[in-house]
């Protein structure tokens, strides 16, 4: 069976996971996960994602990312290069850790961020028990929780969102959203082609895409470009927020620029443009 095409577009949301060559552990003690977290730390930094959630396991683990670069592979060969140089060095071995190429599953996000993020946070409690998930110190469900101040990395604005606008109300709800999921079927499970979730009309507009045509809908339509920012933007701060925001989603969606080069010339943060665009 020959590889799934990996569709990549500024914006694209993932479900990732790479799972320890031959079955054996990754992560062998808190120092190995804690290393790992510092990675990924770096590569959210230096490639801008945004992640919404995560777990790692004894010999897996599971991301869901947003990328505004649409830079899903590279930051993933740095993610798992650099900790395979971590783990190899402290515990003396060579060699690949992780099994081949890691998978990905392109999300549709305002239908199944949620359902797969709490699928990811539920891991270790099909892994070990119940229960275990809620207390469990290596997965993204404590902070977005409200149980614990969470990493720098983590990205909890859309996840929160979904359940309202005050922060200690959408946490409760958050909490009781992912407990009504615990034993539940997994999301992923209605995939297509391996590597689509998605609406009917999600799917339809990626299919193509996997049969080798270019990307024309989906995400920014690149055969509009380019008008310039500086055009686009003219008198911008003569402008009310609400006609800023239309701009911004206008040079996201039909003329391609991606949310950090629209950041970098608005002086905004680029999950600041993604929260505008996303509204």
């Given at each position: 069976?020959?590889?799934?095409?990996?569709?990549?577009?500024?914006?694209?949301?993932?479900?990732?996971?790479?799972?320890?060559?031959?079955?054996?552990?990754v992560?062998?003690?808190?120092?190995?996960r804690?290393?790992?977290?510092?990675?990924?730390?770096?590569?959210?930094?230096?490639?801008?994602?945004?992640?919404?959630?995560?777990?790692?396991?004894?010999?897996?683990?599971?991301?869901?990312?947003?990328?505004?670069?649409?830079?899903?592979?590279?930051?993933?060969?740095?993610?798992?290069?650099?900790?395979?140089?971590?783990?190899?060095r402290?515990?003396?071995?060579?060699?690949?850790?992780?099994?081949?190429?890691?998978?990905?599953?392109?999300?549709?996000k305002?239908?199944?961020?949620?359902?797969?993020?709490?699928?990811?946070?539920?891991?270790?409690?099909?892994?070990l028990?119940?229960?275990?998930?809620?207390?469990?110190?290596?997965?993204?469900?404590?902070?977005?929780?409200?149980?614990?101040?969470?990493?720098?990395?983590?990205?909890?604005?859309?996840?929160?969102?979904?359940?309202?606008?005050?922060?200690?109300?959408?946490?409760?709800?958050?909490?009781?959203?992912?407990?009504?999921?615990?034993?539940?079927?997994?999301?992923?499970?209605?995939?297509?082609?391996?590597?689509?979730?998605?609406?009917?009309?999600?799917?339809?507009?990626?299919?193509?895409?996997?049969?080798?045509?270019?990307?024309?809908?989906?995400?920014?339509?690149?055969?509009?470009r380019?008008?310039?920012?500086?055009?686009?933007?003219?008198?911008?701060?003569?402008?009310?927020?609400?006609?800023?925001?239309?701009?911004?989603?206008?040079?996201?969606?039909?003329?391609g620029?991606?949310?950090?080069?629209?950041?970098?010339?608005?002086?905004?943060?680029?999950?600041t443009?993604?929260?505008?665009?996303?509204?």
């Amino acid at each position: 069976m020959s590889r799934p095409v990996r569709i990549e577009f500024p914006g694209a949301v993932y479900h990732v996971t790479s799972k320890g060559r031959g079955g054996q552990v990754v992560f062998k003690d808190q120092d190995d996960r804690g290393v790992f977290l510092n990675v990924i730390e770096n590569v959210v930094d230096r490639f801008g994602w945004l992640m919404h959630s995560y777990v790692l396991m004894n010999d897996h683990y599971h991301l869901v990312v947003e990328v505004p670069g649409a830079n899903l592979s590279k930051g993933m060969r740095q993610l798992n290069g650099v900790y395979t140089q971590h783990v190899n060095r402290r515990h003396r071995q060579e060699g690949p850790i992780f099994q081949g190429r890691f998978k990905s599953v392109l999300i549709e996000k305002k239908s199944y961020l949620l359902p797969v993020c709490r699928h990811v946070v539920t891991n270790p409690s099909r892994k070990l028990d119940q229960q275990h998930f809620a207390s469990y110190k290596w997965s993204s469900y404590r902070a977005l929780a409200g149980q614990v101040k969470g990493p720098t990395f983590l990205h909890q604005d859309d996840v929160l969102r979904f359940f309202g606008k005050q922060e200690k109300d959408a946490q409760r709800k958050y909490r009781e959203y992912i407990k009504q999921g615990i034993g539940g079927d997994s999301p992923l499970d209605q995939r297509t082609s391996q590597v689509l979730l998605g609406s009917t009309r999600f799917l339809n507009e990626m299919q193509p895409i996997l049969q080798g045509e270019r990307l024309s809908k989906r995400g920014p339509k690149a055969a509009r470009r380019r008008r310039s920012l500086p055009v686009l933007f003219k008198k911008v701060d003569a402008k009310t927020r609400l006609e800023r925001n239309e701009l911004i989603k206008k040079a996201h969606l039909d003329f391609g620029y991606t949310l950090m080069e629209i950041g970098n010339h608005l002086g905004l943060h680029y999950t600041t443009v993604s929260k505008v665009i996303n509204a």
